[in-house]
């Protein structure tokens, strides 16, 4: 079996109808010609070897002129069956590299007049919640849950909260008990879990995974179900958007984030995520008429983050916007990882940042209410210039996503924004206990 993306040769953006011949090369071998009728051409291929083949197509119009050479990347091989992990590893990548594989995009440097003004956006009436204080470390400020994979498909997803006792258990869908094995790209694959599927993860960060299911041919399940174990005192909830919320009575919240789908042809398929009896199932749930070209992988993902007491209880009221807060926390915490050192996470520049961005990428999706509550909330056990600092940079923060609400790749602008307001020394950081600005 053949899977790729196989598309006619004279559909190369350009010229469209008006294309009266097309040449061809297959993994850079000798050149093909062939004539196209209204721009469209078929042409048979037989790459004698398994595996990943690139199709170089050019085509001409009447007046003679060639267009670029677009390339075609296309599998072969067996989809059906029991595979070996690395043809499974191959075949995903090929298919669906930058879905597992998401680049950051590039820093670019504001505007050097753009100015970062913290300003009150107190809502009027606003009684904060406070909860009993907690007293923070630079080794407490870090930590975080952990998320663990198990080392066979039969197993579960363990996240364990900072405290060390607290834990949210996901059974991993029911297939064969085989072992994990790793890929050279850092793919973690769980071969031949069902029928024509396997299930991939990949390790995002210590308190987040996303796991992935490779459904290679019709005769894959189209939907699966995880078993949730809950413990005492926690609950469990459906967001309403494809997702849902592990509540533990320790802060510690488990977020399913709504899965995705992609086909062999880069096309989106719906797909449902539902909370029944203790069961999360997911289902592909393609459109009225819509075909679907395999292999298809399915999206979803698991983390665990710790919330103070007055964050719950705000979550529990919103879970639909604290799917994307939590999400939204440990993204800025890991771009304040990445762009920071070690030492400067607590009280220093990675930390200004950190809220800054997380504020901002809040308030570009809800409402400047709500993102006040949930970073505000999040302070309800600290107190003193700590408490200052994070609450400044917290309104700093909601001014940049204010600023580019609407905006195309408007998270990408507000992480810059607040890399330059950290640099600009609009933001503020801790020194012995003093408040400095944030390029002292």
């Known amino acids: 079996m053949c899977s790729g993306r196989n598309e006619s040769i004279g559909r190369v953006p350009r010229y469209g109808n008006a294309s009266v011949s ?18 469209k051409g078929t042409v048979t291929l037989t790459p004698s070897t398994r595996g990943v083949h690139v199709l170089s197509v050019r085509v001409k119009n009447a007046a003679g002129t060639w267009s670029e050479s677009t390339d075609h990347t296309f599998y072969v091989g067996n989809l059906t069956g029991s595979l070996d992990t690395a043809f499974i590893a191959e075949l995903a990548e090929t298919h669906f590299a930058r879905t597992l594989h998401p680049a950051d995009a590039e820093y670019v ?105 490779l459904l290679r041919s019709p005769n894959a399940p189209t939907s699966y179900s995880c078993k949730l174990i809950l413990k005492s005192g926690q609950s469990a909830i459906e ?46 749930n393609p459109g009225p008429g819509q075909v679907v070209s395999y292999p298809v992988l399915l999206d979803p ?25 939590k999400s939204s926390a440990t993204t800025a915490l890991n771009q304040a ?6 030492l400067t996470l607590y009280q220093g520049t990675g930390d200004a940042f950190r809220h800054c961005y997380w504020n901002a990428r809040m308030e570009i999706r809800l409402s400047t209410t709500d993102t006040y509550e949930f970073a505000t909330r999040h302070e309800s056990d600290s107190s003193g210039n700590d408490k200052k600092m994070d609450m400044f940079n917290n309104a700093v923060g909601r001014q940049i996503g204010r600023n580019n609400t609407g905006l195309s790749n408007a998270t990408t ?19 012995y206990g003093v408040l400095y600005r944030s390029n002292s």
């Open 413 to 431: 602008r507000v992480r810059d924004a607040c890399r330059n307001a950290q640099r600009r020394g609009d933001l503020q950081i801790m020194k």
């Open 337 to 342: 990882k990445a762009w920071y050192p070690q």
């Open 301 to 325: 993902g698991y983390s665990t983050v710790y919330m103070t007491p007055a964050e719950m209880r705000y979550c529990a009221l919103n879970p639909i916007d604290c799917t994307w807060v």
């Open 239 to 284: 967001t309403g958007d494809n997702g849902v919320l592990i509540l533990d009575p320790t802060g510690n919240v488990t977020s399913i984030t709504a899965p995705a789908a992609l086909d062999a042809k880069g096309q989106s398929i719906p797909v449902s995520l539902k909370l029944v009896e203790g069961n999360v199932t997911v289902a592909l």
């Open 22 to 39: 097309a040449e061809y090369s297959l993994d850079g071998g000798a050149t093909t010609s062939t004539a196209l009728t209204a721009g």
């Open 109 to 213: 440097e504001p505007p050097a007049s753009e100015e970062y003004p913290a300003v009150d956006d107190t809502p009027a009436g606003y009684v904060e919640e406070l909860d009993p204080e907690v007293v923070e470390t630079e080794e407490s400020a870090l930590s975080l849950p952990v998320v663990e994979l198990p080392a066979r498909a039969d197993a579960s997803i363990v996240g364990t909260g900072v405290n060390g006792d607290s834990q949210t258990v996901l059974d991993m869908p029911a297939g064969s008990p085989n072992p994990a094995e790793m890929s050279e790209t850092g793919l973690i694959v769980y071969p031949n879990t069902q029928t024509d599927a396997d299930t991939l993860a990949i390790r995002t960060s210590v308190n987040s995974v996303e796991t992935f299911h």
